[in-house]
């Protein structure tokens, strides 16, 4: 029996009151982004497994450990995505999006799957707010990105988080970063867990970011990226730090960042949140991703923010929320004519985008008006065969008593109505987000 009463392990559910501030949060991510010139995607959220072994990697700890994969009964071997970038871009790829021209920006808001061990800011249904540009080699196109996402912590009201950079360079000059990460770490061989020995060999810098922490000790003392650099990724890292700097960012370098998915080149960040001690989103380049999925040669860069840590990032930072009327107008009635008055203004309420409702519980006058004040509606009207007759009833405001009588047919109706809710209209209560 509990089994069908629990949500499975490391997910959540949203409900009203959480939901409403979700929608709040997830609008400023879209607008900041469409701002920016980004226009949704929405892919499916499963996939052939082989598009993540072969976009994410297979020596991350996303692909050797944390995919939910199966096979269908058609005997596809599908996976749960466990991150956004892969579908956006076999569906950019497959639906030829590079066709309107370069740069293709998208941006997503999903939910992704990963087996992982749940706990504080750590789930297996996990949800990212990302954005992904196809196209733009030039280091401004990361500093767009960034900026875009620095913007929308900024508007929400974040003000603990911070940026840390690094660039982790292109093929050419990791050979030789890859040689001296794999004379060290054999040197420390006895030192590392078996995930980490085998990947000695297929992939040292995967090493880097694991969460053993005998491995990290290790790791510590690994040769940095940052000194193997070639010329022309040098020089775009520069360019990024310059365009941030001028821009009024605070950034810090970390040479030892590398994130933990196999398609990152050149510019890598994250947000780290001071106080709550993880990262909410990061990202970079990915400039060999698609010829790697099937396509040309095309540069690419983009984020992922977890919405579920910047939601915990919210609360812990006491952020308030703006309260959203659920209710402009409840409209009480005696009757079943008034019933049906009732529901023709609604409708005409509805039309003009105004919340309002009615009873639908069958609940006598005064429980209705109790009622009416439990869900903060600002105005309520009684209808009875009175006001019926006189085609006139009283609008009242819940929050000062005062009442005024408006019309209750047609045109007037609304008319009267918007009159009588632009005077009581309370500017003072603006949301920190608009
Ligand atoms: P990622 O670093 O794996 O990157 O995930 C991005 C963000 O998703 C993390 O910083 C974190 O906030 C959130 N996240 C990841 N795993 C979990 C989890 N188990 N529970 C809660 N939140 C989680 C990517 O996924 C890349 N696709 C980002 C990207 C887009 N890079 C370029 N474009």
Redesign the pocket.
Known sequence: MELITRAPK?TVDLVPGTSEKWQLVEEVFRSEAELNGFAEIRTPVFEHTELFLRG?GDTTD?VEK?MYTFEDKGGRSITLR?????G?VRAMLENGLYNAGYPVKLYYNTS?Y?Y?K?QA????????F???MFGAAEPVADVQVIALALSAFKRLGLEDVGLQLNSIGCPECRKEYHKALKEYFTAHKEELCDTCLSRLERNPMRILDCKSPECQAVAKGAPKITDYLCEDCRAHFQKVQDYLTAMGVEFEVDPGLV???D??TRTVF??PSKSLG?????????DGLVEEIGGKPTP???????????MMALEAQQVEFPQLPKCEMYIATMGEEAQKKAFLLLDELHRCGIPADTDLCGRGLKAQMKYAGKIGAKFTMVLGDNELQEGKAEMKNMKTGEKRKIAISGEDFINDYVTVSTEAEDFSQDGIFF
């Open positions: 490391g994410v996303v944390q466990p991150e956004g970038t892969a956006a992704c990963r992982e749940p800011g750590r789930l297996r249904e996990l949800h990212q990302g954005v992904e994130r933990g998915l398609y990152y994250e947000f993880f990262a909410l989103g990061g990202g970079g380049r990915y690419g860069l983009g984020f992922g923010l977890g919405l579920d840590r910047i």
